[in-house]
Antibody, heavy 120, light 108 residues
Framework: QVQLAQSGAEVKKPGSSVKVSCKTS????????ITWVRQAPGQGLQWMGG????????NYAQKFQGAVTISADRSTNTAYLEVNSLRSEDTAIYYC?????????????WGQGTMVTVSS | EILLTQSPATVSSSPGQGATLSCGAS???????VAWYQQKPGLAPRLVIY???SRATGIPDRFSGSGSGTDFTLTISRLEPEDFAVYYC?????????FGQGTRLDIK
């Protein structure tokens, strides 16, 4: 079964925002850090940041600090990634992934990815 | 920030043969924080190796990892058709996380 279920593809105008969701089970939600990774078309993986849902603590990669907001809703076991002021360069697949609450752990479970296309 | 450089960009091999993929770090890093991921077209990455040399759940023993300091290696022996994919190394330190740019493993 799908353990990290992401929302569907989005097409957005430049300058707008997008909010991508990642829904999981209560067991995973309460024992994990949910992290976000971006992959531009034909490119590699970029870590964006993460959140420990049980305490709400967030951590952002320097490149994405201020440009994205990561949040979580404990009532629905869902994590969110909001990307603001979208540009064409933000066209990418956005993945959520699970890692340990303890820092310094690999990403052992991934969502299926959400394609975000930014186009006028 | 730790930078990871993977080489070669593309490696070609044949089913039944082996392949060696390299990942170099810009400074010495702990082997406890190095992973390898496999990504097939249209799919999310999949954890293959963590802590430099530990296989993830369900990964066959033809996959092995090694390394220390600034040089890390993923070795795949007896290649199966499903092994041809892009592989990324990752450093998942306690304060920063980075990926290499990837190595494509092609069928010769």
């Amino acid at each position: 079964q799908v353990q990290l279920a992401q929302s569907g593809a989005e097409v957005k105008k430049p300058g707008s925002s997008v909010k991508v969701s990642c829904k999981t089970s209560e067991g995973i939600f309460s024992s994990s850090t949910i992290t976000w990774v971006r992959q531009a078309p034909g490119q590699g993986l970029q870590w964006m940041g993460g959140i420990i849902p049980v305490v709400g603590t967030t951590n952002y990669a320097q490149k994405f600090q201020g440009a994205v907001t990561i949040s979580a809703d404990r009532s629905t076991n869902t994590a969110y990634l909001e990307v603001n002021s979208l540009r064409s360069e933000d066209t990418a697949i956005y993945y959520c992934a699970r890692t340990s609450i303890k820092p310094g752990a690999p990403f052992d479970l991934w969502g299926q990815g959400t394609m975000v296309t930014v186009s006028s | 920030e730790i930078l990871l450089t993977q080489s070669p960009a593309t490696v070609s091999s044949s089913p039944g043969q082996g392949a060696t993929l390299s990942c170099g770090a810009s400074q010495s890093i702990s082997a406890s924080y190095v992973a390898w991921y496999q990504q097939k077209p249209g799919l999310a990455p999949r954890l293959v190796i963590y802590d430099t040399s530990s296989r993830a759940t369900g990964i066959p023993d033809r996959f092995s990892g090694s390394g220390s300091g600034t040089d890390f290696t993923l070795t795949i022996s007896r290649l199966e058709p499903e092994d041809f994919a892009v592989y990324y190394c990752q450093y998942y330190g306690t304060s920063s996380i980075t990926f290499g740019q990837g190595t494509r493993l092609d069928i010769k």
